[in-house]
């Protein structure tokens, strides 16, 4: 009976928000966001900012998540909506009428979230500097109408569907990548200050999914940095906790007591990204926001290819969380995880020559590095004021 009561009020919650959407005069809803939880909001924030600041745009917020903070104390210049991930949002999403609408959630269309016919214009910000044909489902971007490209990946791979699929040719703004932004202007000071005898700092920072870093070799990761004398800091993906969780506890659990190690379960925040002098991942997109913000190498552990589009191929183009490993650090073969603390040693001697081939590479491969919220807010505005740039 409590579960009912609670489903009930939630639902009640939930149609409030949209009710409340829905009551606002048209010309108030200009420019929307929606989003499936709080740790999007770094991705968000930097693009609002410009808006608000920039050009005085008031933007309205849509979460999924009840306990989105930005329900309950948003910045001047965000007005935030609650409307689920149920029924509620199926029908908010099928009725909606605004210009224009700002997501980070794929598969638009192809699944609950179905374009409106009141003629919004959809535009995808992409959440991860990763490629959009690997880790992607085929169709994930198909029914945008833009895209907000984190670098030249992202075009060339986009036009290239397009013209195997026959789809129409969507505008892709050079955009960057927020989050990146961000790092790079907290990480210019360096790691934060430490006691001279301070052991060196590793972030394990891997992808989620069955044949995963932790998902497959849980501690076996931990054990060898821990006894090469590294603080090592365990930062999951959200999904590793929501369907493995029982690793993550196990491994927790067997270094509760161990001074250099630490579960850090918050994946929006800083923190423990910048305290790192080296990371430890997979196919994470985490790994090229902190080599490319940061300037610090990684040891990618060789796994398996997290492939949710068999066809990636198809397109003749290597993704570029693969052809850029060796560019951004070293690969581990994960049947040789018991060398990872003397490997991480070795990286760690040669940091500042990886410093600088990490820097060319960003110049490479992502798009207006610390100035991309400008960017997107110009091309957003545009779309309002009925002068969209082409892409």
């Avoid at 394990?204 to 006894?227: C, F, K, N, T, Y």
């Avoid at 969780?245 to 509760?256: E, W, Y």
């Avoid at 490997?343 to 020559?353: D, G, S, T, V």
């Amino acid at each position: 009976m409590q579960r009912w009561f609670e489903a009930w009020r939630r639902f009640r919650r939930e149609r409030a928000g949209a009710r409340a959407f829905r009551a606002l005069p048209r010309a108030r809803r200009r420019i929307v966001f929606y989003t499936e939880g709080p740790g999007y909001w770094s991705h968000f924030e930097p693009v609002f900012r410009s808006l608000r600041d920039d050009y005085g745009e008031q933007v309205l917020y849509v979460t999924s998540a009840e306990n989105d903070p930005l329900l309950v104390s948003p910045p001047p210049g965000l007005v935030p909506f609650y409307i689920g991930s149920g029924t509620v949002r199926t029908l908010f999403f099928a009725g909606l009428d605004a210009d224009v609408v700002l997501m980070t959630m794929p598969d638009l269309q192809t699944y609950h979230i179905k374009r409106s016919p009141h003629g919004v214009h959809y535009v995808y910000l992409h959440h991860s500097l990763v490629s959009t044909h690997m880790v992607y489902r085929p169709a994930a971007f198909d029914h945008f109408d833009s895209m907000l490209c984190a670098g030249p990946h992202h075009v060339a791979e986009t036009r290239v569907r397009e013209k195997l699929q026959g789809l129409p040719a969507k505008t892709l703004v050079e955009h960057g990548y927020g989050r990146l932004d961000a790092i790079l202007a907290r990480g210019r000071a360096g790691p934060p200050a430490r006691a001279a005898d301070a052991p060196p700092e590793v972030l394990v920072a891997p992808s989620w999914g069955d044949q995963g870093l932790i998902e497959q070799h849980g501690d076996r990761v931990m054990e060898p940095l821990l006894a090469a004398g590294f603080r090592v800091t365990l930062r999951p993906h959200p999904r590793t906790r929501q369907f493995h969780g029982r690793v993550l506890d196990a491994i927790a659990a067997r270094h509760a007591q161990h001074d250099n190690f630490r579960l850090d379960e918050d994946i929006s925040g800083h923190d423990s990204l910048l305290a790192a002098d080296l990371m430890v991942s997979d196919w994470s997109g985490a790994a090229l926001e902190f080599a490319f913000g940061l300037e610090r190498p990684v040891l990618f552990v060789d796994v398996p290819r997290k492939v949710q589009n068999p066809d990636y191929a198809a397109l003749g183009i290597e993704p570029l969380e693969a052809q850029i490993r060796e560019t951004l650090g070293e690969i581990v073969s994960a049947d040789d995880l018991a060398t990872l603390g003397r490997r991480a040693q070795a990286l760690l001697a040669q940091a500042p020559e990886w410093q600088a081939r990490i820097r060319e590479a960003r110049c490479q491969h992502v798009f207006n590095p610390g100035a991309s919220g400008r960017v997107a807010a110009d091309y957003l505005v545009s779309l309002t004021r009925g002068t969209p740039d082409s892409g």
